[in-house]
């Protein structure tokens, strides 16, 4: 091999063997007793080269996200993004009977917001800027429909983040801005819960539900509202096809568009709001003549019910920093990059080769040849890895020190689209939130130097993918580095333009708008330019 091994002492030997051994007991007992028995074992050390590019993400499919964002946001290294919202909605039911004489009191708008309540004070997880914006909601008059029509096997629909439908396909701007339905240039989340009132049988207000705190809103006191325009849109299509099947319904009211603009190019806010829920709806409430047995006609109260159980889609406006995107347009791809461009979004990503050639001549085949070797009819296993990860520095001298940077990043296989097999291995869960797989994705650290500077890092271990490619032969694969939000998130959604690297990203990396910029394999700082590194036990005499 062309590169020195090195000997750790004795004393942290045991540590290490003892911290290893639960995490490699299944690659112990499968290797053979070899490794097992030896009388005397040592863990070495070996660092092998891992070219680091930079790679832009181009639109992915936005429609179907767990979460979706709303708002502005300006990043201080990349620019702003802007992230405005299109929904259908559903109704509860169909064919339904509005009573005689119904008569509208209001239509109210209710999205909750993803928060966590400690000690009855509510906290708004996921929002990003301390500033208000202008948001309006229009109702949407593009249909959205559930099948491509230029698809052979009706497959469904498929809405990008560019607000296209495919690379020939748009969505019309004129026609999801329809009527105005309500405006506002104050936008910014309250963390305080909502209390409903109604008034009781003794004509007394009193408490009828506490919500979460939630985006809520009514749609039916704008002035330039068309008169009547609700009653007409719902209570005068009672028992017509507009409302019996939700075919009819989303051609007949094809729901709302959320639009966000800046007050304040350099700031705003951008919130992850919960459309999924069951929590999240648009509500007529109206009241209807109910005549009695007796003939005697009293008042009654009612609400027609529509969920946001169709299409959802978050169509991104971005106005990135020009110099950071031709970085990345000029990523060297032959020797690896100085510096790693990550965000979230329509952002950046990294490509990351293992044990590409480096300068010294050290390659996949060098690996292969240390960790195992073939008589021609049997292959031995000569060397069991304990723990293989790679270090990525933040470069603080571009981001600042003071930068909100992000706290997690994802790898995951881009051959295949799918997490590493040490992200299934991972078993490591924060009960506090859905974040998790800490043993494998480290979150961001503070390393600290002998001269007591502070360097911050995060830390990707690939100990089990890289014992695959030697037990089992595997192949391999280019990686995927991208910041994330969640990285329990990772389903991935499709790029909307063919890519041979990349097909696709997961949905964590969607739900972040925060970026970092690290020092990439071509870094000038020795140190800090990324290497694999293993380390490894085999028999000695």
């Known amino acids: 091999m062309k590169q020195m091994k090195h000997n750790l002492s004795k004393l942290f030997i045991i540590g290490l063997v003892s911290s290893f051994f639960f995490a490699c007991e299944k690659e112990f007992s499968e290797l053979g007793s070899g490794i097992v028995g030896a009388p005397n074992i040592e863990i070495n050390y070996q660092t092998y080269p891992a070219k680091t590019y930079n790679k832009r993400i181009t639109p992915f499919q936005s429609n179907s996200l767990p979460k979706n964002f709303l708002g502005y946001y300006n990043d201080p290294l990349f620019g702003s993004t802007a992230v405005n919202f299109l929904a259908q909605l559903t109704p509860k039911n169909y064919n339904v009977s509005f009573g005689d004489n119904p008569v509208l009191d209001s239509v109210v708008l209710t999205i909750p917001y993803a928060v966590k309540k400690i000690d009855a004070v509510y906290t708004i997880d996921s929002l990003y800027g301390e500033h208000p914006i202008k948001l309006s909601v229009y109702k949407n008059n593009f249909l959205l429909r559930d099948f491509d029509p230029n698809s052979d096997l009706d497959e469904s629909q498929r809405y990008f983040s560019d607000g296209s439908l495919s690379s020939t396909e748009q969505l019309n701007t004129s026609d999801l801005e329809g009527e105005l339905l309500f405006t506002t240039s104050s936008f910014f989340p309250s963390n305080e819960e909502i209390v409903l009132t109604e008034e009781n049988d003794e004509g007394e207000m009193e408490t009828s539900a506490t919500l979460t705190p939630s985006l809520r809103i009514r749609l039916d006191e704008i002035a330039s509202l068309p008169t009547n325009f609700w009653e007409e849109l719902f209570f ?21 568009y959320f639009k966000v603009e800046a007050i304040d190019p350099n700031n705003g806010n951008l919130i992850q709001l919960d459309f999924a829920s069951s929590n999240a709806h648009l509500k007529l409430h109206y009241k209807y003549d109910n005549t009695g047995a007796d003939g005697g006609v009293t008042t009654r109260n009612s609400t027609y019910d529509m969920g946001f159980n169709g299409n959802r889609i978050s169509i991104y406006e971005n106005n990135f920093d020009a110099s950071i995107l031709q970085s990345i347009a000029n990523a060297n791809e032959q020797d690896g990059d100085e510096h790693l461009y990550l965000k979230g979004g329509e952002g950046s990503m990294a490509i990351v080769e293992l044990f590409s050639e480096d300068e010294a001549g050290n390659d996949f085949d060098d690996f292969i040849t ?172």
């Open 236 to 256: 005068e299509k009672e028992d017509s096809d507009e409302l019996s099947n939700s075919n009819n319904f989303y051609n007949h009211f094809r729901g709302l």
């Open 370 to 541: 240390d960790f195992r070797e073939n008589d021609g009819e049997e292959t031995t296993i000569k060397r069991l890895i304990n723990e293989a990860y790679l270090e990525f520095y933040i470069d603080e001298s571009i981001t600042g020190t003071d930068a909100d940077h992000p706290n997690r990043i994802f790898v995951y296989d881009l051959n295949n689209n799918v997490p590493l097999v040490d992200y299934y291995l991972d078993n490591s869960v924060n009960t506090a939130t859905s974040d998790s797989k800490y043993t494998h994705l480290v979150p961001v650290s503070i390393e600290t130097d002998d001269q007591g500077t502070e360097h911050k890092k995060y830390k990707v271990r690939l100990t089990g993918h890289l014992n695959n490619i030697i037990t089992n032969d595997s192949t391999n694969v280019k990686l995927g580095l991208l910041v994330s939000s969640n990285v329990g998130a990772a389903d991935m959604k499709e790029l909307q333009q063919y890519d041979q690297d990349v097909k696709g990203i997961p949905s964590g990396n969607i739900l972040s708008p925060k970026s970092v910029v690290m020092h990439g394999s071509n870094s000038s700082n020795e140190h800090k330019k990324v290497k694999l590194k293993v380390y490894y036990t085999e028999p000695t005499n």
